[in-house]
T-cell receptor, first 111, second 114 residues
Framework: RKEVEQDPGPFNVPEGATVAFNCTYS??????FFWYRQDCRKEPKLLMS???SGNEDGRFTAQLNRASQYISLLIRDSKLSDSATYLC????????????FGAGTRLFVKA | ETGVTQTPRHLVMGMTNKKSLKCEQH?????MYWYKQSAKKPLELMFV???????ENNSVPSRFSPECPNSSHLFLHLHTLQPEDSALYLC?????????????FGPGTRLTVL
């Protein structure tokens, strides 16, 4: 089983739609969680950290479910500019810290 | 601007060539990373230099050799590569604070091995 799994998509949604991505992780030693965004042919950039209590940043909401070992990202009122690949990132604490990237979920927002 | 620069941005090399990728971070961070990104695959961590300690992924072939002369500069030396090594090579840096580790990426070097 992969340490971090994401649905590769693509998710094709119209502008204004709400879309949600999930990311599952297999190691209970996972300690910190992030969502990164990667535009086509560009480098990944941090979108938001994921806190235990859940957190919101404008149209973006991140949730963590430790019992079921998944994190989610909800995007409301999708914009064309939200089209990108969304990478789930997990940091394990196994004596040292290890960062693991998911393969990403591709989102296309259409006019 | 991410504060992490990489050169060259594009590189085409033959299997017998030797080349080096360069990364520089201007953020005062204490850790630097090399990643390989192939199409439709997760970023693969190749090497980490953190707090002056080198950590490597044991699956990385010896034809890739990192060098970190100081906390701001990171090199990846390449020799006798194979066509399957063609990929985007990303450098990142971070300020390690326990488990909080936001990584800032450079624009990458797109490598093609003929």
């Amino acid at each position: 089983r992969k340490e971090v799994e994401q649905d590769p998509g693509p998710f094709n949604v119209p502008e204004g739609a709400t879309v949600a991505f999930n990311c599952t992780y297999s190691n209970s030693a996972s300690q910190s969680f992030f969502w990164y965004r990667q535009d086509c042919r560009k480098e990944p950039k941090l979108l938001m950290s994921v806190y235990s209590s859940g957190n919101e940043d404008g149209r973006f909401t991140a949730q963590l479910n430790r019992a079921s070992q998944y994190i989610s990202l909800l995007i409301r009122d999708s914009k064309l500019s939200d089209s990108a690949t969304y990478l789930c990132v997990v940091i394990l604490n196994t004596g040292g810290f290890k960062t693991i990237f998911g393969a990403g979920t591709r989102l296309f927002v259409k006019a | 601007e991410t504060g992490v620069t990489q050169t060259p941005r594009h590189l085409v090399m033959g299997m017998t060539n030797k080349k080096s990728l360069k990364c520089e971070q201007h953020l005062g961070h204490n850790a630097m990373y090399w990643y390989k990104q192939s199409a439709k695959k997760p970023l693969e961590l190749m090497f980490v230099y953190s707090l002056e300690e080198r950590v490597e992924n044991n699956s990385v072939p010896s034809r890739f050799s990192p060098e970190c002369p100081n906390s701001s500069h990171l090199f990846l030396h390449l020799h006798t590569l194979q066509p399957e090594d063609s990929a985007l090579y990303l450098c990142a840096s971070s300020q390690v604070k326990g488990s909080y580790n936001e990584q800032f990426f450079g624009p990458g070097t797109r490598l093609t091995v003929l």
